[in-house]
């Protein structure tokens, strides 16, 4: 075993030969503190993030500014789809930006969106990202069953300004709510004039977000199926977080953020793991996201994009994948067939299932695809641990991002006699995008983040 840069060891293996993209090796320092607490940091360096997210938009619309940032299926459009270019991306955001400012919102005025994900809801992200103003995502799931304790509570903990609703029959409770407030309105009828350019307009005149600043608000503990309205609460994410969450990627698995993505994704944004990893995912690399299920639509004809490089997946839905291909092979190649790597999140898998979705993987396009999982902390905005290294333990959780620190914590022998202690994990972001010493990891008493 090697010594790691901090005295303590490292931990090192190396990735499958025969995958089809080369990945960084598993590798941690640890560092051991008196009390028996292991911090555990990567050893591998981290890229200069970007300051924030419009740097990625304005490089594409420059760039490649045909190139498709969301599609949607529309019966009214040409070929059945809609799509959202990068250049009209911008644009529209620009000009949207300048509007949400006029309306007074604000760090302490945010949007909140309502809506299933899709191209009106992108120009809605993106112009708050534009105006430096939080996106605060409320579950369109939950205010169905539960709208009025749901959304009383969202509103105390975030206060918005404007609330983006697609559907007002559905959220008609939402609605109401948010005009009692004094919220102003959108909807989906009014997105069009809301992005018109005026003749004397030429969109946002403000400065670029400070990294510092939030960039998105999730609201956590209040899973659908499991809605609790005492364990609500806001999660921030800076547009430092997000920046760093992408290079901290992009440190682990080069491949997957030297090519444009193709991502084919129906969940909404309001989640982190999607409204932050998978969005940024795409505009981080000029890809793009085609709002549909990855089986629907590999099965499709006459898609405005190729298949899926990419696929983002709950780890309770794998097992429904699993089923559909197993019934169906030609499914299974046509999944497969340009899938550079799947992103599982939320939880690991039993070992029979993950041998099982690597099996299809490697029959469907004839080599071995990396498998991901990434896990958030209770309190984290982005991904602070990630298994992208082959292991033969299910439990395994993976290692720290490039970037990130986890701390474990001694918390005695095992209740059932067995051999072994317990550890209490913890991960530490690194404040603001920034790396950190190893010696104010092994100082931090307050981490933001826990995991069970």
Known sequence: METGQNGGP?????????????????????KRLDDGT??????YGLAAPATHPLVWLR??????????FVA?????????????????????????????????????????????????HALIRLAAMRACIPVVGLDPAISEFASAEYLAAAWELTSPGLLYVDDETLHAGALKMALDAGAEIVVPSGIPKLAKRGLFSSG???????????????????ETGAFELSKLRAVAASFADICWEQEAVAAIAPHLTSVRPVIADFRSWHRRDAGNLLFNAALRCGGSICIENILTYTM???????????????????????????LNTDAGSLFFRRLDGIWIYGGTLPQVAMDKLADMAAQGSGHKIPIFFGFHGDRSPVIGMARWFESTHS????LPLPGNFARLEPEGEVASGEDGEVYALHLMAPVGGQDLDPDDAGNYTHPASGCG
């Open 10 to 30: 490292r931990l090192d293996s190396d990735a499958a030969a025969d995958y089809k993209l080369k990945l960084k090796r598993a590798a941690v320092d640890v």
């Open 72 to 120: 949607e299926r529309d019966a009214g459009a040409a070929h059945g789809w809609r799509t959202l270019i990068y250049e009209d991306a911008l644009a529209g955001a620009e000009t949207i930006a300048a509007k949400f400012v006029k309306r007074g919102l604000s760090q302490s005025r945010p949007v909140a969106t309502l809506a299933a994900s899709g191209i009106d």
């Open 59 to 68: 490089k594409w619309a420059a760039e490649t500014p045909d190139e498709i």
């Open 395 to 398: 439990r395994n959780l993976g």
């Open 300 to 326: 499709s004809a006459g898609t405005p994009l190729p298949a899926p490089t990419v696929h983002f997946v709950d780890a309770s839905t794998v097992y429904a994948l699993l089923a559909h291909l197993e």
């Open 204 to 222: 946002f005149k403000g400065p670029d977000p400070d990294g510092a600043a939030i960039a998105t608000i999730n609201l956590a503990g209040a």
């Open 38 to 43: 292991l911090i555990m940091r990567s050893p």
